[in-house]
Each structure stands twice: as C-alpha cells, then as structure tokens.
C-alpha cells in the first residue's frame, strides 16, 4: 500500500498575510462603496469572512455587514450531502438589494457550492454584485465559475486533496495538500 504524501502549502502566519493582501484589494475595488457587505459561506468561508472584515474595521474604521449562508438545500447534491435530513440555517441579518456581496468560502473546487450559495442569494433579493473571494483556488472546475479575490491559486491533479484547517474550527490555522 502506498502511503499519501501531505505538503504544507500555507502556515498560520502565511494565511494572515494572504488574508491581509485579500482585504487590501477588496477595499482597492470596493473604497468608494457604501453598499459593501461580506457574506461567508458556511463553516470556514464565514470565519475567513470575519477575518476579513476585522481587518477592514482596524485599518479603515468601516463598518461591513456581514451574514452566514447554509446552502445545504441548494446543493444538487443534498441527499448525500445531508442522509438524516439536518439543515443548518442562513443568517443574514441585512437587506441585501442593490448590495454590493463578498462572497466567501475556502476552497474553490468544482464551483457547485458558489453556483449554490449565487441561487441562494437571488432567492433572498437582488443584489447590485456578487463577487466571491477564496482562500485557495485549487482549479477543476465543472462550472464557469471563477473567484475575483483569491489568496492562493494551486493546479492539483484528479484526486488531489485541500484541507484548510483554521482555529475557530480545527484548533489551529493551516492548509495542507496531498493525495
């Protein structure tokens, strides 16, 4: 049997400046906007949408909206996804017409939850733009989907693995890549 080999691709400290160049081009495209709201798809895109947004209020003392988005049942996945029927729930305590969305979630991948969690949205309002920002894009798209913010862009074969881990989850911050 052949044992799969794991290659740290980001440290906690790598995050964090990734996370901080994120914020900085966000608020580059977005300065003049007062219409700005961050919604972070759940688990990890929430906690890398707060993140985000705490780096935004210490340098800019701007106040951004921010929601979480369960898109469990817009998934066209769900029966496998969810076997005893448990749905978590949206919170997204913030008129989101004519808003101006970030989009968070960590690892773009095949684009079926963006392509989800963009359906979830239209379902809740119209909103001026949607734009998604990621942590790692790891490639392998199925739809044509693509992140206009992205920390970390990676090509990964079939089969190839991303676990993001970060400490509001998983007790510590770290991306690691196998197969």
Do not use: W
């Not at 003049?32 to 709201?37: C, G, P, T, V």
């Not at 942590?135 to 993001?164: S, T, Y």
Request: avoid cysteine; proline fraction near 3%.
């Amino acid at each position: 049997m052949k044992k799969s080999k794991n290659v740290r691709l980001l440290t906690a400290s790598e995050i964090k400046k990734n996370l901080e160049r994120m914020s900085r081009e966000i608020l580059r495209q977005n300065k003049a906007s007062d219409s700005l709201a961050f919604i972070g798809i759940r688990t990890r895109g929430l906690f890398l949408a707060q993140r985000v947004r705490g780096m935004i209020q210490k340098s800019e003392h701007k106040e951004i909206p921010l929601g979480e988005m369960d898109i469990s049942l817009y998934r066209d996945d769900l029966n496998a996804l969810l076997p005893e029927g448990k749905v978590d729930h949206t919170s997204i305590p913030f008129d989101i017409n004519n808003k101006t969305i970030i989009l968070f979630d960590d690892v773009l991948h095949t684009g079926r939850t963006v392509r989800a969690a963009v359906d979830h949205l239209i379902d809740l309002g119209r909103p001026r733009a949607i734009h998604l920002a990621v942590l790692i894009d790891r490639g392998g798209r199925e739809f044509p989907i693509a992140a206009n913010f992205i920390a970390r862009k990676i090509n990964l074969p079939q089969g190839g693995e991303v676990r993001l881990k970060l400490k509001e989850v998983d007790g510590r911050d770290e991306v690691v890549v196998g197969k």
